[in-house]
């Protein structure tokens, strides 16, 4: 089973709305967990990261971490055409060593 | 500061055939890992090294291998390579302290095979 989910998408918000990705993981140990974003042809580059249980917030960008649930979020406000990417989400798995498990990624199309 | 450089950037091969990718990190970054892009599977991890040395690897079967040299510089090669080894394979480097450190992801290599 794959230890971390992601919904495909797309995901399409219209300009300046809120954008609301999910991830739920498997391992109810896992401690560290990580957005990723992705255009088109381009390597992944990180957004946030996130350890404790809450709201983490850098700028337009909101990571939500629930570890009872076991699924960690990404709110992106006023979106803008420039975010549609696909968002990775990431999880450091097992806890403590150097690996990262990845979910498939969530496609984000941003209208104008 | 450079960024993670891979190459070469494309590569086409046939089934059988071997082939070796080259992966230079950040300046001072110690980790190296692998990882494996494809449409279905996203990204998956391979080996991560550090100071030359294998610290993680993931479920690929031993045709993937790979190493470090002291300049922290990383090669992965793949042997017999089958059609379902067509990906994209990111580089990505990191300091190597924490396991929750970001990744610097590089450009990639395509890599086809007929």
């Known amino acids: 089973q794959k230890e971390v989910e992601q919904n495909s998408g797309p995901l399409s918000v219209p300009e300046g709305a809120i954008a609301s990705l999910n991830c739920t993981y498997s391992d109810r140990g896992s401690q560290s967990f990580f957005w990723y974003r992705q255009y088109s042809g381009k390597s992944p580059e990180l957004i946030m990261f996130i350890y404790s249980n809450g709201d983490k917030e850098d700028g337009r960008f909101t990571a939500q971490l629930n570890k009872a649930s076991q699924y960690v979020s990404l709110l992106i406000r006023d979106s803008q055409p420039s975010d549609s990417a696909t968002y990775l989400c990431a999880v450091n798995y097992p806890p403590g060593t150097y690996k990262y498990i990845f979910g498939t990624g969530t496609r984000l199309k941003v209208l104008a | 500061k450079a960024g993670v450089t891979q190459t070469p950037r494309y590569l086409i091969k046939t089934r059988g055939q071997q082939v070796t990718l080259s992966c230079s990190p950040i300046s001072g970054h110690r980790s190296v890992s692998w990882y494996q892009q494809t449409p279905g599977q996203g990204l998956q991890f391979l080996f991560e090294y550090f100071s030359e040395t294998q610290r993680n690897k993931g479920n690929f079967p031993g045709r993937f291998s790979g190493r470090q040299f002291s300049n922290s510089r990383s090669e992965m090669n793949v042997s017999t390579l089958e059609l379902g080894d067509s990906a994209l394979y990111l580089c990505?480097?990191?300091?190597?302290?924490?396991?929750?450190?970001?990744?610097?992801f590089g450009s990639g290599t395509q890599l086809s095979v007929l």
């Open positions: 990505a480097s990191s300091l190597g302290d924490s396991s929750n450190e970001k990744l610097f």
